[in-house]
């Protein structure tokens, strides 16, 4: 089949010319004077030794880089230390096994009509499905997370999953964006929120909250 893309020309290789070369081997230098006479810049050429030396600080050890930190991967590589102290890298870890693992996921959300599915962590990111019943064409799915054991909280509104319909159910998803200085230790709880046929439902996980702990590497 014919493309109608514009095809790319070839042009036939041609020979620079004696004078052309004889010009490049020449290159022109062009220097600017002041008013007596003396130039205006100053132009140092510095040249790189495989001898030189390198701050030991500003190479990354093996298999780390400011990139991997960020999304709290470790390869091989210490702790930053310095006279500023200790700062460890760190990652959150989902305490509960995959709801849909569990033997009475469909029953249960045959039940409360709403139940998370899938929970995954990518560096300080928590990204979760969560599946509803297909009981009314408008749905409203959010997501309640609290950082600091529920002192305070966040709403979340989650995203339907477009074409994620099997007939009885439905799929949203949600993302929950960790600080980077989370503290070790501590823990993100979070629960669904499910609103559709003018009910509201939960998934608090039994009452006991879903839950994501900071540890150290």
């Known amino acids: 089949m014919a493309s109608n893309s514009p095809r790319q020309k070839s042009w036939p290789e041609q020979k620079p010319s004696s004078a052309l070369v004889a010009g490049l081997r020449t290159p022109k230098v062009l220097r600017f004077a002041d008013s007596v006479g003396l130039p205006l810049t100053t132009t140092y050429l510095y040249r790189w030794s495989s001898t030189d030396s390198i701050p030991k600080q500003c ?114 998803n949600f993302t929950i964006v960790i600080p980077e200085d989370y503290p070790v230790g501590r823990r993100i709880q979070f629960a669904v929120h499910f609103q559709a046929a003018g009910g509201d439902f939960w998934d608090n996980n039994g009452g006991r909250n879903y839950s994501v702990i900071c540890e150290t590497t």
């Open 59 to 172: 190479i990354p050890a093996s298999g780390d880089s400011p990139v991997l930190r960020q999304w709290g991967v470790r390869s091989g590589a210490p702790s930053l230390s310095g006279s500023v102290g200790t700062l460890p890298l760190t990652k959150l870890r989902f305490e509960q096994s995959q709801p849909c693992s569990h033997p009475e996921f469909h029953r249960t959300l045959q039940r409360n009509l709403v139940n998370v599915e899938n929970v995954a962590i990518i560096g300080k990111s928590i990204f979760s499905t969560v599946r509803v019943r297909n009981i009314a064409y408008e749905k409203h799915l959010s997501v309640r997370y609290s950082c600091d054991d529920w002192k305070t909280s966040h709403d979340l509104l989650a995203s339907y999953v477009v074409g994620s319909c099997d007939g009885p159910t439905d799929r949203f």
